[in-house]
């Protein structure tokens, strides 16, 4: 009898063993050297995933030297040296790879400061309406950026650019305002200026505090087009953390969350809320929970 209950015990102790290991995977996330402030929250966050799913998970941080939309081509592809990278969500995304369908900021990236040239303010003093804003104001983007197609389809005029040529652009008047996350606005206005977000009154870039875009939108975590393995692992720890608290003392307290909440409350403008028409049905369907309301 002995000798029965070794061997179960045994065999028992094996297939703990294979079901440990099968569920250790080690995570690559691939960040911007450019935008290091940015992603560093997300780094944060999938620390706190893996920490918060079952397995016992590993992860490091790798740097792409090509913008995102390359960078998401390789992930697609099976090239690149990353197998987790955040991106905003668009449906051609959730075809090309495998979306995390938990919203990393909880939605408050959708809400856009307008950055102007000081010159400018005098044409946002009369701005009080929808059309008086489609006929007055043109709006910088990237092509690539899911909130060119969000604010053309609302009727907004948008002149397009690559990212770095999108301040260079603003300052030269290609276009009026250039709309940019709350929690990204103040820091990139900071480094323009040498370190100081007011820059002065010479500071030719100013936040116009009078009017704020808003639209469903937020970055998510991807991983490849048939790794849905570590995208459960991931989805599993980001619900964790939502069930245990871990994920509100974490977004409560990280300093881009805080910048954000910050420039809300400070600036309080009129808000125009735009339709985001590439919302696919499993954006549509995550519960509101998972997103922040004013």
């Known amino acids: 009898m002995k000798r029965i209950l070794s061997a179960l015990l045994v ?3 094996g297939f703990l063993s294979i079901t440990s290991e099968s569920h250790s995977e080690h995570f690559i996330l691939g960040v911007d050297p450019a935008n290091q402030s940015r992603d560093d929250y997300r780094v944060g966050l999938l620390r706190l995933a893996l920490e918060q799913a079952a397995g016992d ?4 941080v790798v740097y792409f030297d090509v913008n995102r939309s390359r960078a998401i081509r390789a992930l697609a592809a099976g090239s690149a040296v990353f197998n987790v990278i955040d991106s905003g969500n668009s449906r051609s995304r959730e075809k090309r790879l495998t979306l995390v369908p938990i919203p990393l900021t909880r939605g408050l990236l959708g809400y856009r400061l307008l950055v102007v040239k000081r010159s400018n303010l005098h044409l946002f003093s009369d701005i009080d309406n929808f059309d008086s804003l489609q006929w007055k104001i043109t709006f ?3 092509p690539s950026w899911p909130d060119t197609e969000i604010m053309r389809h609302s009727g907004l005029k948008v002149v397009t650019g690559e990212k770095s040529q999108l301040y260079p652009m603003l300052r030269r008047g290609r276009f009026v305002a250039y709309p940019r996350s709350v929690q990204e606005v103040s820091q990139e ?3 323009l200026a040498g370190g100081n977000a007011e820059g002065g009154v010479t500071n030719p870039l100013v936040i116009e505090p009078s009017v704020m875009l808003s639209y469903r939108f937020d970055s998510f975590f991807y991983t490849g087009p ?5 995208a459960r692992i991931i989805e599993e720890g980001l619900l964790a953390a939502y069930e245990s608290g ?4 974490y977004f409560n307290s990280h300093p881009s969350i805080l910048q954000g909440l910050g420039e809300l409350r400070h600036h309080r403008p009129l ?3 735009l339709e985001n028409p590439d919302l696919s049905e499993r954006i549509r369907n995550i519960p509101e929970k ?5």
Not at 57 to 60: A, F, G, L, V
Not at 226 to 230: F, I, K, L, Q
């Open 11 to 13: 065999v028992f102790c």
């Open 57 to 60: 998970h590993t992860m490091e």
């Open 140 to 142: 910088g983007s990237s």
């Open 189 to 191: 206005l900071r480094n």
């Open 226 to 230: 048939d790794d849905e393995s570590r």
């Open 246 to 249: 871990a994920f509100e003392t």
């Open 271 to 273: 808000v125009f809320s």
């Open 290 to 294: 998972f997103w922040i309301s004013f």
